[in-house]
């Protein structure tokens, strides 16, 4: 089934070919709601999905990409994420999270965070309302397709989006490359330095030099950009 759905992505066109595909998605998976949405280096919103377009605009105009807990909880992390393992302690995100329940969200989701090598940060998002034990079945019987069709969704939209005068990209050293990967992995500075047996001021010397050729502005994107360029692997 899904290889039909793979197809028509490598063949999407357009913006519209790409909203067609979403909602066929839900519909194949009997899911409230998948949505496909990217901010790019200007802070600009893109996005395909099914959520209500009377809720996207109200998102958008609030400005709760600002505190939005999924937005602000996948954005330093490189796997997937439910949504309940994030912070919705605050009350700003209590409300976020109610209020999106009234405009016809669910109460239970998924998201797949993913970069591009200019600054785009996207999520790839289920959706769904239903128990925790009913959304722990539906994740564990399609959480590998759902990382695959993720991760299609965004190559595609980068080919849309391709700048036309991308520079060839400077290899990274194997040092530097170490250091990214772990960096990626979660590990502290001083744990890489000790693991790598080198200074904590030689680390930053490897760090801010792939920074420099991946022409990121901090730590954080040069990790996204290799990522997304397969520089690394995680």
Same mark, same amino acid.
């Given at each position: 089934?899904?290889?039909?759905?793979? %197809?028509?992505?490598?063949?999407?066109?357009?913006?519209?070919?790409?909203?067609?595909?979403?909602? %066929?998605?839900?519909?194949?998976?009997?899911?409230?709601?998948?949505?496909?949405?990217?901010?790019?280096?200007?802070?600009?919103?893109?996005?395909?999905?099914?959520?209500?377009?009377?809720?996207?605009?109200?998102?958008? !105009?609030?400005?709760?990409?600002?505190?939005?807990?999924?937005?602000?909880?996948?954005?330093?992390?490189?796997?997937?994420?439910?949504?309940?393992?994030?912070?919705?302690?605050?009350?700003?995100?209590?409300?976020?999270?109610?209020?999106?329940?009234?405009?016809?969200?669910?109460?239970?989701?998924?998201?797949?965070?993913?970069?591009?090598?200019?600054?785009?940060?996207?999520?790839?998002?289920?959706?769904?309302?239903?128990?925790?034990?009913?959304?722990?079945?539906?994740?564990?019987?399609?959480?590998?397709?759902?990382?695959?069709?993720?991760?299609?969704?965004?190559?595609?939209?980068?080919?849309?989006?391709?700048?036309? %005068?991308?520079?060839?990209?400077?290899?990274?050293?194997?040092?530097?490359? %170490?250091?990214?990967?772990?960096?990626?992995?979660?590990?502290?500075? !001083?744990?890489?330095?000790?693991?790598?047996?080198?200074?904590?001021?030689?680390?930053?010397?490897?760090?801010?030099?792939?920074?420099?050729?991946?022409?990121?502005?901090?730590?954080?994107?040069?990790?996204?950009?290799?990522?997304?360029?397969?520089?690394?692997?995680?």
């Amino acid at each position: 089934m899904l290889d039909g759905f793979f %197809d028509r992505m490598e063949s999407a066109a357009g913006r519209d070919d790409l909203q067609a595909l979403i909602t %066929d998605l839900r519909d194949h998976y009997g899911i409230a709601h998948i949505v496909y949405h990217w901010v790019n280096s200007d802070g600009e919103q893109y996005g395909v999905g099914t959520y209500p377009l009377e809720w996207a605009q109200h998102y958008i !105009a609030q400005g709760y990409l600002r505190i939005d807990p999924v937005i602000q909880g996948c954005f330093q992390r490189f796997h997937p994420v439910e949504w309940k393992r994030l912070d919705w302690s605050g009350k700003a995100a209590r409300a976020l999270l109610v209020e999106a329940m009234e405009y016809g969200l669910g109460n239970q989701g998924y998201s797949v965070p993913l970069r591009g090598p200019n600054g785009q940060f996207a999520l790839f998002t289920v959706n769904d309302s239903c128990s925790d034990e009913e959304w722990r079945v539906f994740c564990e019987a399609n959480v590998r397709d759902l990382l695959m069709i993720a991760h299609y969704f965004n190559r595609k939209a980068l080919e849309f989006e391709k700048p036309e %005068d991308e520079k060839v990209q400077k290899p990274l050293s194997p040092r530097e490359a %170490d250091a990214l990967t772990f960096l990626a992995l979660g590990y502290s500075r !001083a744990q890489i330095a000790e693991m790598l047996e080198i200074s904590e001021h030689t680390l930053r010397v490897y760090v801010e030099s792939a920074r420099f050729k991946l022409g990121a502005m901090n730590t954080t994107q040069a990790v996204a950009r290799a990522l997304s360029l397969g520089l690394i692997v995680v």
